[in-house]
């Protein structure tokens, strides 16, 4: 079993910041990418950042300069540090594991809402 347990989500005026954080833990191994994706209604399922065991990150064009991609290894943590938030930033967030050889494992997603 991998639990990827989420938190950091919630209501934020635009212009405002919110860091998100995915703990992944259980019988995981060998983390290959840690990353976020976001899905709002209506559309399909996005790619928001992404970042390898080695360092490598690929983020949205979208979120470029506004959001950043972190981890904590030795805590198999994945943070995404989001700033000047805009109202098309509003969506579900969701954590995103691949690990060991070919498995991914998803979390069960938080709300993020920009809104005044």
């Known amino acids: 079993q991998v639990q990827l347990v989420e938190s950091g989500g919630g209501l934020v005026q635009p212009g405002g910041s919110l860091r998100l954080s995915c703990a992944a833990s259980g019988s995981i191994f060998s983390i290959r990418r840690m990353g976020w994706y976001r899905q709002s209604p209506g559309n399909e399922r996005e790619l928001v950042a992404v970042?390898?065991?080695?360092?490598?990150?690929t983020s949205a064009d979208s979120v470029k300069g506004r959001f950043t991609i972190s981890t904590d290894n030795a805590k198999n943590t994945v943070y995404l540090q989001m700033n000047s938030l805009k109202p098309e930033d509003t969506a579900v967030y969701y954590c995103?594991?691949?690990?060991?050889?070919?498995?991914?494992?998803w979390g069960q997603g938080t709300q993020v809402t920009v809104s005044s």
């Open positions: 970042i390898t065991s080695g360092g490598s990150s």
């Open positions: 995103n594991v691949r690990w060991g050889g070919s498995f991914e494992s």
